[in-house]
């Protein structure tokens, strides 16, 4: 197993190559952003020189025998130095800005596109929520990653150097002095921000808790309620507020004695160098203005090397975030074309399934030698007790996984070779209850065929017994309907999903039939709405409740993975002690034995 410090360096580079790749686009503007950096640290550093000799000059000489144009001179190269420090900073700010735009608008895109094209069973395994702070967080560690380098670490950079490498020139004691302090301060800072980690982490943590019990109980706000269990809600509550409380303070309380540390070496190294520049003028080796170049030089680098331990605690935060994405994107997609894969071709619409074996990565097999064929313009309906295997197989079908064994045909075209999108474009599926965009409802039935025309959509809407309606919302078609279609009831919801399956008018459809009970109304128009659908085209219906199959051409009778028996209805019942005989009974309990007497 790796050592802790090997995974973090492990976590690093790959984010660095990520990052990097996709700052290659832009070298322009990344150059511009790190010399202008560089140029007005440089210019910072030389700044002050021009008034320590200002000021050597106002010490040393009689004011009535100085030369005017000489210190005008000065202060106008001091002016001209600031002047190209103001205009990099501009220069500076305005580069980076437009570059990390560019990237981060670049980076969710990549992020997103990449993420799109993983398999069903990537999103089976992990949660929209969580894939969605990561596309997030991927972009915006950027932007905490360059901001950190160019203002916090490039610029205490040079401008330590430059200072250091000045007071050299001036005092090797001076120089040597602020060179020590310099790096013990840095030592000190990540010696503090490191003792201070798990602080911090623990007010983090306390954080989350807080806002996971807050939002526990809002979600759950009607339970609440209903049992009358507010008061418990409260001292639920008010104890993870109580811990947060704690564990803040805690980590305030660090931050306020990492500054009082901070403070006192900012005082040792002003009294220290005072003392020695005290010293050194004395013996005449400085001057006055060096006295004060020493001032600018020890403030402007407190300034820069003072938030230096949480910079590198921020940068590695921002690495770790990232990191998150790039394990996304370092997983390759599950599902993907064949080389050289051709679209499909669909003329007929016949189904051949042969020999088909799958099973679920690291679990038990769940169809084994599964042979199906289906005829162009044939219905079939899937039954079987649940786990059997009905869903797999229609998954499989739409390629959301690739079978461990044997094949798929479409029209004697194996459906592994050739490209996702033909095929699924070949197929329309209405899942067993459908989601919705958070989008109009016009947007939502279209997604059925993107280019389709109002006219379109509502002749869709009509079959699919929905405009009705749909035109009694005030908005119409115009409205946004939630999160996932949560504004609609279950059959609305389910007619909806109708229309776009008929509006895409592909020549295979595969039904898996809402379990939930909907009331005998919804049930009568969504009969209608399917036999709409289901006209001339090739049928696979999932089929939890046996009443509404018995008028399907074929039904084929599902048990552990395999096909048990096949017919049609009568057929079936006609077996009796037989799997379809038995969940018939179940299902149509009384009537059978009714009709049986
Ligand atoms: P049915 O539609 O007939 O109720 P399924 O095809 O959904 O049955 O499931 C068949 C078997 O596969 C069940 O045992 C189920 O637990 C298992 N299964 C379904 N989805 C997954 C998955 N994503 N990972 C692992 N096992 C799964």
Redesign the pocket.
Same mark, same amino acid.
């Given at each position: 197993m790796p050592s802790e410090g090997n995974t973090k360096v492990a976590r690093v580079w790959p984010v660095i190559r990520a990052y990097a790749k996709a700052a290659r686009r832009y070298p322009w503007l990344i150059g511009i952003v790190f010399l202008s950096g560089l140029v007005i640290e440089l210019l910072a550093i030389i700044a002050p020189l021009y008034l320590k000799r200002l000021i050597d000059i106002l010490a040393s000489e009689d004011p009535a025998t100085a030369t005017m144009s000489i210190l005008l001179g000065i202060i106008a190269m001091f002016a001209l130095v600031h002047f190209g420090k103001w205009a990099g900073n501009r220069i500076q700010v305005f580069s980076i800005n437009r570059v990390e735009m560019k990237i981060m608008a670049d980076l969710s895109n990549d992020a997103f596109r990449y993420l799109l094209g993983h398999s069903y069973?990537f999103f089976?395994?992990n949660f929209a929520g969580a894939l969605t702070r990561r596309v997030g967080r991927y972009s915006r560690a950027f932007e905490q990653i360059l901001d950190t380098l160019v203002y916090n670490f490039l610029s205490t950079t040079v401008f330590a150097f430059g200072a250091v490498f000045v007071l050299f020139q001036r005092s090797m004691l001076l120089g040597s002095i602020l060179l020590v302090w310099t790096i013990v301060f840095v030592a000190l800072q990540v010696l503090l921000a490191r003792w201070k980690q798990p602080l911090r982490t623990a007010r983090v943590e306390e954080d989350t808790r807080m806002m996971g019990a807050l939002s526990d109980a809002v979600s759950n706000q009607s339970t609440v309620t209903l049992f009358a269990a507010r008061k418990h809600e409260y001292s639920i509550f008010g104890r993870t507020v109580e811990r947060w409380r704690a564990a803040t303070m805690r980590s305030w309380n660090a931050d306020a004695w990492i500054a009082g540390f901070q403070a006192f070496f900012e005082l040792v190294i002003e009294v220290g160098l005072l003392v020695a520049a005290v010293v050194l003028w004395q013996r005449g080796l400085i001057t006055v203005g060096d006295f004060v170049l020493i001032q600018i030089y020890v403030i402007g680098l407190i300034d820069r090397v003072w938030g230096i331990g949480s910079s590198m605690r921020r940068i590695y935060e921002a690495f770790a975030d990232a990191y998150e994405m790039v394990e996304v994107f370092q997983k390759p997609h599950g599902i993907a074309d064949a080389p050289g894969a051709k679209p499909l071709s669909v003329k007929a619409g016949t189904i051949d399934m042969k020999d088909v074996g799958f099973t679920?990565?690291?679990?038990?097999p769940?169809l084994s030698g599964f042979t199906l064929d289906v005829n162009a313009g044939e219905k079939v309906a899937?039954v079987?007790?649940? $786990?059997? $295997?009905?869903?797999?197989?229609t998954?499989l079908l739409l390629r959301l996984y690739d079978v461990t064994e044997g094949s798929i045909g479409i029209d004697g075209q194996d459906i592994a070779k050739v490209t996702q999108d033909s095929l699924r474009e070949a197929i329309a599926f209405v899942p067993q209850e459908p989601i919705l965009f958070h989008r109009s409802l016009m947007d939502n039935i279209r997604y059925g065929r993107l280019e389709a025309t109002d006219e379109e959509v509502y002749e869709a809407a009509k079959k699919a017994r929905c405009h009705d309606f749909i035109s009694g919302f005030p908005l119409g078609y115009d409205t946004h309907v939630g999160e996932r279609g949560v504004k609609l009831s279950g059959g609305e919801r389910q007619r909806v999903a109708i229309a776009r399956a008929i509006l895409k008018n592909a020549p295979i459809l595969i039904l898996d039939e809402a379990t939930s009970s909907l009331d005998s109304e919804s049930e009568s128009l969504i009969q209608e709405a399917l036999k709409a659908l289901m006209e001339g085209k090739t049928v696979l219906v999932?089929a939890h409740r046996l009443s509404t199959i018995m008028h399907m051409d074929r039904i084929v009778v599902?048990e552990e $993975?395999r096909i048990a028996a096949g017919g049609t209805h009568d057929e079936l019942l006609d077996h009796k002690g037989g799997l379809y005989h038995k969940l018939w009974s179940i299902q149509a309990g009384s009537f059978v034995a009714d009709t049986e007497a």
């Open positions: 069973d089976v395994s679920f990565t690291g679990g038990h769940v899937l079987g007790p649940s $786990g059997a $295997g009905k869903s797999t197989v998954k999932i599902m $993975g």
